[in-house]
């Protein structure tokens, strides 16, 4: 698992192993944008201000994932121990 820091509440919400971070964020109460959840329609793109994102969408690029600046957070993971994003 890693922990999420949402930047605008300043809120940390940990995302256990086999979660996503969609899940773990609407459980918190948040209202975030999906539509697919599966990674291909680019609807949950989430920009992503520290951190290193574990891309697994089908919609950025190769460079677009080295970059590391945005994610899709329904089906995305961490390798870092804090993601922080622009939420
Ligand atoms: Fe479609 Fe995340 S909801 S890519």
Redesign the pocket.
């Given at each position: 698992g890693f922990v999420v820091a949402l930047a605008r509440s300043g809120r940390r919400i940990v995302v256990p192993p086999g979660t996503s971070i969609?899940e773990v964020l609407r459980a918190a109460g948040l209202r975030v944008?999906?539509?697919?959840?599966?990674?291909?329609?680019?609807?949950?793109?989430t920009q992503v201000l520290e951190g290193t994102p574990d891309h697994r969408?089908?919609?950025l690029s190769d460079d677009e994932k080295a970059g590391g600046r945005s994610m899709?957070?329904?089906?995305s993971g961490s390798r870092s121990e804090v993601l922080v994003l622009d939420l």
């Open positions: 969609l944008q999906a539509a697919c959840e599966q990674g291909v329609c680019g609807t949950c793109e969408d089908m919609i899709m957070i329904c089906c």
